[in-house]
């Protein structure tokens, strides 16, 4: 589902969007780092260490939908960098084999925020 071009768009910085939305119609968008997502088959998993508001909506709706790219990624057609949109169902986990993976890599993290990807469509 994740493609060669999504994992060469990891190997460069750039900023991780991350949209979540409750009960209302309002969206809370918080941002993390390419450099932070960790990708195990089919989920991908993200240190939080705030992303207290994203925690509240996903109690609620466990839907979320993220954008990343990279500007050293060549697009379609040539074009100077690529993007990816990811739909995906959220969790925060607090324990277990993964959590203590992520905590040693990112000793910062209060919990682990895991994106189980449904959908992924390269956008540039």
Do not use: C
Not at 14 to 40: C, H, P
Not at 68 to 81: C, I, K, P, S, T
């Amino acid at each position: 589902m994740l493609s060669e071009k999504f994992f060469e768009v990891l190997k460069y910085e750039g900023v991780v969007s991350i949209v979540s939305w409750g009960s209302t119609e309002e969206a809370n968008i918080t941002n993390t780092w390419n450099s932070y997502l960790v990708v195990k088959g089919d989920k991908i998993l993200l240190p939080a260490a705030g992303m207290n508001s994203t925690e509240s909506d996903v109690k609620v709706n466990n839907k979320v939908k993220v954008t990343l790219g990279a500007r050293d990624v060549e697009g379609f057609n040539g074009y100077q960098g690529t993007g990816f949109l990811i739909n995906g169902t959220a969790r925060f986990i607090e324990d277990g084999d993964e959590f203590d993976m992520m905590k040693e890599k990112f000793p910062f993290l209060r919990k682990v925020l895991e994106i189980k990807v449904d959908s992924s469509k390269q956008l540039l």
